[in-house]
């Protein structure tokens, strides 16, 4: 009987104009944002490729230089795009795109879209992800919230229960029915862009791209899932369909926009984040407290020197067999760098704590829970940028101090002289790799949580209520 009423359910939809040209036109919707998603993947992403290949280049093709002017000359890493960002962008339009690396100082992650859009951009961007997330939870209050009301209000709830079914059963039909009719238009467009993804090259037998990708799918239909059973519950506990039609909206304009809006908010108030300027300032304050190379009348300089000195038993600089100007710019390099890392760290700390404050309200709102857990599968989450900004950091701590150390095994006289540009060729050059999946989904275990506990709940107390509603 279920599957009767399911399928009874599903043709009414399809026969239904106003389903069909909502269906038409989030459709349409999404393979237009599908294909434009992936127009701009592949654009930025040559764009980033072409542009790190010709960093890459013109750093091993430096003439003879001291490896100390080579440090300073720095380079450029850029983060490569995400296989799904095309579906859900995330935070990588405002997040930046490119560092520069160079000696004394890591920079923050800059060239984000966002600073070079205008402010429409505010509004968030038209991505499969928005569309998804928002737009379809729409259709489905429009496809659902009559789903008891009109049953009732035409008289053919009575007749339906004379058949000797309960209205836990026919609530699972009308869900089930509904259900099918979401996949006829969601599917299309998940379709679309698999084939997309796995007909590019750069994505041929990705494994863990396709894992993401099904796991992506899987993730959106939970979150469709828990619509139709709200719809259908709420439709069941009001009196008319305009009640329940109301109600919905209120609940989708709570979730999707008032809630999101007032977490942002209360985390930022909570936990404050400093300005550009403070933190410059202050890191600038606590590095004028270690070695400093390029003064020769620094303190902790001379007692390096002095070290040395005592180390190699000479008496004089000229007689050391390293460069002493070398050591004392990996150690100040060195300290340099563990400031900016605990300055960088408390700074990713807060925005952590905002985001978790985020992440918990999706045990309130399933938007919250699906919104994280999208980002994170797509690749496109502030974990993932976090994890391009410390492996960039590590390549010019790395970088750095093998040119210091270059430079230190010149030994004395070394500023006079210059290093062979066959030398900058056999340096490594920038090349990330994203973190696999494995890596992700420890990180996404809250918003998994939260659906499934929205998924298991609502289905539980939903029906219950079901149950306990009066057919009259």
């Not at 859900?88 to 100082?105: I, K, M, N, P, R």
């Not at 869900?175 to 238009?185: E, F, K, N, P």
Request: aromatic residues 10%.
């Amino acid at each position: 009987m279920i599957q009767s009423i399911a399928q009874k359910e599903f043709v009414s939809t399809l026969r239904d104009r106003r389903f069909v040209v909502l269906s038409a036109l989030v459709l349409a919707l999404l393979l237009a944002a599908t294909l434009v998603g992936r127009a701009s993947f592949r654009t930025l992403q040559q764009e980033r490729h072409l542009a790190q290949q010709t960093v890459n280049d013109q750093f091993r093709n430096q003439p003879a230089r001291h490896p100390h002017r080579v440090a300073h000359y720095g380079s450029f890493a850029f983060r490569p795009k995400s296989g799904l960002s095309l579906l859900d962008s995330g935070v990588d339009s405002f997040t930046g795109s490119a560092v520069y690396l160079e000696a004394h100082q890591q920079n923050s992650v800059n060239f984000s879209q966002a600073q070079q859009s205008g402010s429409l951009i505010r509004f968030g961007e038209m991505t499969v992800a928005f569309v998804l997330q928002l737009l379809v939870p729409l259709l489905i209050i429009f496809l659902c919230f009559g789903a008891f009301t009109q049953e009732r209000e035409t008289g053919t709830l009575k007749l339906l229960l004379s058949q000797g079914i309960t209205l836990r059963q026919v609530a699972w039909g009308k869900i089930r029915g509904y259900s099918q009719a979401v996949a006829l238009v969601v599917a299309p467009a998940l379709l679309l862009a698999a084939a997309l993804l796995f007909t590019g090259e750069e994505f041929a037998s990705n494994a863990d791209l396709l894992a993401r990708l099904a796991l992506f799918g899987l993730s959106y239909a939970l979150y469709f899932f828990l619509f139709v059973v709200g719809s259908v519950v709420v439709s069941a506990r009001q009196a008319s369909s305009r009640a329940a039609l109301v109600t919905l909206l209120g609940l989708w304009i709570l979730g999707g926009i008032i809630l999101p809006k007032a977490t942002a908010n209360l985390g930022a108030s909570l936990y404050p984040t400093i300005t550009k300027a403070q933190l410059d300032a202050e890191v600038h304050e606590q590095a004028q407290h270690g070695v400093n190379g390029h003064d020769p009348q620094d303190k902790r300089a001379a007692e390096l020197k002095a070290g040395l000195l005592k180390k190699y038993g000479v008496d004089s600089e000229e007689k050391l067999p390293v460069s002493v100007a070398g050591l004392q710019m990996a150690a100040g390099e060195e300290y340099s760098a563990r400031v900016y890392q605990q300055h960088f760290a408390a700074l990713n700390a807060t925005y952590e704590k905002q985001n978790r404050l985020s992440d918990w309200a999706g045990l309130l709102n399933p938007y919250q829970a699906m919104r994280p857990l999208s980002m994170g599968l797509a690749g496109s989450d502030f974990a993932h940028y976090v994890h391009f900004q410390q492996a960039a950091e590590a390549y010019r701590y790395g970088l750095v101090q093998r040119l210091n150390h270059l430079q230190a095994g010149m030994g004395y006289g070394d500023k006079e002289r210059r290093l062979d540009a066959h030398t900058w060729q056999e340096l490594p050059v920038f090349s990330y790799q994203a973190p696999p999946l494995s890596w992700a989904l420890p990180r996404l275990l809250l918003p998994v949580a939260a659906l499934l506990l929205w998924a298991g709940g609502l289905s539980w107390l939903g029906l219950r209520l079901i149950s306990k509603t009066t057919v009259a």
